[in-house]
Nanobody
């Protein structure tokens, strides 16, 4: 089984930047596609971005495209979410997740989830 631990969340001003990290253990990291999702208070969990096990071309949700970048370091079993030009509507709990599929934007295709890290963007 895979364990995932997010870190790097916090409070930032609108227009600022933040980098989230996700450390994985307990599996063969390169065999998993990795995704980031977020959930604002009272809302559904929303797809943010994903990347293949080998670090292939990432896919992003429309609301973050051009502002967020996902990357991974398989030697360190870690995946990152670089967030730029942050907006108040980016405020949410951010989760990383691992999938045995090649790539997916669907929550149901992810087998393991981290505990989440809070990102708050003030205006």
């Amino acid at each position: 089984q895979v364990q995932l631990v997010e870190s790097g969340g916090g409070l930032v001003q609108a227009g600022g930047s933040l980098r989230l990290s996700c450390a994985a253990s307990g599996g063969t990291f390169r065999n998993y596609a990795m995704g980031w999702f977020r959930q604002a208070s009272g809302d559904k969990r929303e797809f943010v971005g994903c990347i293949t096990g080998s670090g292939g071309t990432p896919v992003y949700g429309d609301s973050v495209k051009g502002r967020f970048t996902i990357s991974r370091d398989n030697a360190e079993s870690a995946v990152y979410l670089h967030m730029n030009s942050l907006k108040p509507e980016d405020t949410a709990v951010y989760y990383c997740a691992a999938s045995a599929r090649l790539i997916s934007v669907a929550k149901a295709d992810y087998d393991y989830w981290g505990q989440g890290t809070q990102v708050t963007v003030s205006s």
